[in-house]
């Protein structure tokens, strides 16, 4: 079907416009300009539409969107505009996208078509030196694995002779010809049988090539959780040893290779596009319910490393939007309010915390719920009437009030019970709860309003914990910054002063000697915090 006059003269338009965006170097404008002649031919295919797709690639490929490079050439082939630039546009596609066979096939081709075309001939020149030293790796990588898996499968294998070839897997994994050699070959299943060996060396090295086979790739990694068995990871992390801290870092391995997959367009999630070869969302809650049994049993470094794995990928919108909707943030709080976590521990949820919280904002997501729902789990702990409980219901509050102090805030605010909890746990002689206490004070100190809420008895009670020569210096530094935040919330209203007057010069004192004193990472970070209050007492500011 020929289109019609007023069509042609609108798409010449519109080509013509991302042209020029083109030579400026505007691509993305160029693109949208190429769209919108694409869809004034109304999907019908002509010589016009085909050099729009062609030129369209071009401003994929200076954007590195490969697959869509690929796309927009097959279509203007289709069409009958195959011609060199074509052919070449998408070898240089296949190219970045390691297809190096197709590259090479699609340059000698543009080659073909125009055998002055010098880029195209470089390519191919370029493409067979490549092509040529992955064959050469690949056959000294195959005799290699050969050897090295013939050692895992003796009947009885020396030790030393076992450490070895596990220890040269470790290496060959590390390299992409190295995987594809190991799982053509079928040792996935020689390596994994040495996961329960007594030897420590062993388990050790096939943990790391676990992570070297998953690196990068999604298909390897469900391969991976298929083939071994939860309760393998949760032996190892009982054992306690140097083995047991390498499972955080297979499952960060896995996070990562779902997360950099380029076969799922996170941007068209919502519109039901993008899925092409690997079904990454069903993929993802499988990892959050590894993580959750993980934790259950991991202690110490092991349960650090499996927590560091969530904090580094939560960079990602869609890691974050997935941890509100397996309620990671919620099994992690409970984790506090357990017990389960030490106060390190609790510092690494707080980023997780701030990460997701301000996605969520971001995105207009619905919050409330989140907040009932920590709620619901700080609130009976407050409510048990014993210390210990108490004490990990303020230390989870303090995770969220660090993570984010708007989310925190909404659940000081529902929960009556907290100021009266507060001078409890001020009062006791257990250093883990003062601290946890005049942390919390310290946080909620920060807000003007709830900072009334804390009254003179609490900066009185804060003010004895200081004096305390029996109290450590970490509950001390607490202490002084919740008192030099209350001393100030009253700004120009004498009513409303805690402090006689000169105090705010005294705790500014006290606090610069604390700088001089240990000048570490978390006394300056409390410190900064409190001297920010502090200047706005007149005196201070002299």
């Not at 030579?23 to 016009?48: F, H, R, V």
């Not at 993580?291 to 927590?307: Q, Y």
Request: a neutral charge; charged letters at 25%.
């Amino acid at each position: 079907m020929v289109a019609s006059a007023t069509e042609e003269s609108t798409v010449l338009v519109l080509k013509d416009k991302g042209n020029s965006c083109f030579k400026n170097g505007e691509y993305s404008a160029a693109i949208e300009q190429y769209t919108e002649a694409l869809a004034a031919t109304g999907g019908k295919g002509s010589p016009e539409a085909a050099t729009v797709h062609k030129n369209r690639a071009a401003c994929l490929l200076k954007l590195e969107r490969y697959d869509e490079v690929v796309d927009d050439v097959n279509a203007c082939i289709s069409m009958g505009g195959g011609d060199s630039k074509a052919y070449y546009r998408r070898a240089v596609a296949y190219q970045a996208l390691k297809q190096l066979d197709k590259a090479l096939k699609d340059s000698m081709e543009a080659v073909r078509i125009d055998p002055k075309n010098k880029t195209a001939i470089d390519l191919v020149m370029a493409l067979r030196r490549d092509i040529q030293s992955r064959r050469d790796l690949m056959t000294s990588t195959t005799g290699l694995v050969d050897e090295m898996l013939g050692s895992l499968r003796e009947e009885h294998p020396e030790p030393e002779k076992m450490t070895q070839a596990l220890k040269n897997l470790v290496t060959l994994t590390g390299t992409k010809a190295g995987c594809e050699t190991v799982l053509k070959k079928g040792g996935l299943k020689d390596i994994l049988k040495q996961l329960h060996s007594t030897n420590l060396d062993h388990q050790v090295h096939v943990l790391n090539c676990m992570m070297c086979l998953i690196r990068d790739s999604p298909q390897r990694t469900d391969m991976i959780l298929k083939t071994v068995p939860l309760e393998s990871s949760l032996t190892i992390l009982k054992q306690k040893n140097t083995s047991s801290t390498l499972i955080g870092g297979v499952l960060y391995e896995m996070l990562s290779a779902v997360l950099e997959d380029r076969s799922y367009d996170y941007s068209k999630r919502e519109l039901g596009q993008g899925l092409k070869k690997f079904n990454v969302p069903k993929l993802l809650p499988k990892l959050f319910a590894y993580f959750k049994e993980c934790c259950k049993v991991a202690e110490g470094e092991s349960l650090n490393n499996l927590i560091n794995a969530i904090v580094k990928v939560t960079d990602s919108r869609v890691i974050n939007e997935q941890l509100l909707e397996n309620d990671i943030i919620k099994f992690m709080v409970s984790m506090v309010t357990s017990g389960q976590l030490e106060h390190g521990h609790a510092q690494q949820i707080s980023i997780v915390v701030s990460k997701v919280w301000n996605r969520a904002r971001i995105d207009g997501k619905d919050t409330l719920n989140f907040v009932k729902q920590i709620t619901q789990q700080i609130t009976p702990r407050f409510l048990s009437g014993e210390e210990e409980h108490q004490m990990f219901g303020l230390r989870a509050l303090n995770v969220i009030l660090q993570g984010s102090f708007e989310a925190g805030g909404d659940i000081v605010k529902d929960t009556t019970e907290l100021y009266r909890v507060l001078s409890k746990l001020l009062c006791s002689n257990t250093p883990d709860v003062q601290r946890t206490a005049a942390e919390s004070v310290a946080l909620i100190a920060s807000d003007k309003k709830m900072c009334y809420n804390l009254a003179d008895q609490n900066f009185n009670l804060l003010k004895a914990l200081y004096r305390n020569e029996n109290v450590d210096d970490a509950v001390k530094l607490r202490a002084l910054v919740g008192m030099s935040k209350m001393s100030v919330a009253g700004g120009s209203d004498v009513t409303r002063h805690v402090v006689a007057e000169g105090a705010a010069l005294r705790l500014f004192r006290q606090l610069r000697q604390y700088l001089v004193k240990c000048p570490t990472d978390e006394v300056r970070m409390w410190v900064v915090e409190a001297l920010a209050y502090l200047t706005i007492d007149a005196e201070v500011k002299a």
